[in-house]
Nanobody, 117 residues
Framework: QVQLVESGGGLVQPGGSLRLSCAAS????????MGWYRQAPGKERELVAT???????RYADSVKGRFTISRDNVQNTVSLQMNSLKPEDTAVYYC???????????WGQGTQVTVST
């Protein structure tokens, strides 16, 4: 069984930075990417960034150049460094991974990021 636990959300002013972290317990698939998604009120969940075990990354156009995803395959963690935050980045951010045995998808409980004055 895989569990994903996020941390690092909070309230920040526009232009500020936050770092999200996700710790995975259990066997994570290394042949599938880990990633971050977000969901704003009234909107569908959307991809923010993903990273493979060999550090190939993918970003949503809206965060390119501002967010950086990283992964530690030994510690089974994935992090998201968010710089130059904008009010439109406000959302609940979810960690995502695939299990190593059945390739089932797993989600964290979500962490709130609010960008506001």
């Amino acid at each position: 069984q895989v569990q994903l636990v996020e941390s690092g959300g909070g309230l920040v002013q526009p232009g500020g930075s936050l770092r999200l972290s996700c710790a995975a317990s259990g066997s994570i698939s290394r042949s599938n990417p880990m990633g971050w998604y977000r969901q704003a009120p009234g909107k569908e969940r959307e991809l923010v960034a993903t990273i493979t075990s060999v550090d190939n990354t993918r970003y949503a156009d809206s965060v390119k150049g501002r967010f950086t995803i990283s992964r530690d395959n030994v510690q089974n963690t994935v992090s998201l460094q968010m710089n130059s935050l904008k009010p439109e980045d406000t959302a609940v951010y979810y960690c995502h991974a695939y299990g190593a045995i059945s390739y089932s998808e797993y989600w964290g409980q979500g962490t709130q990021v609010t960008v506001s004055t």
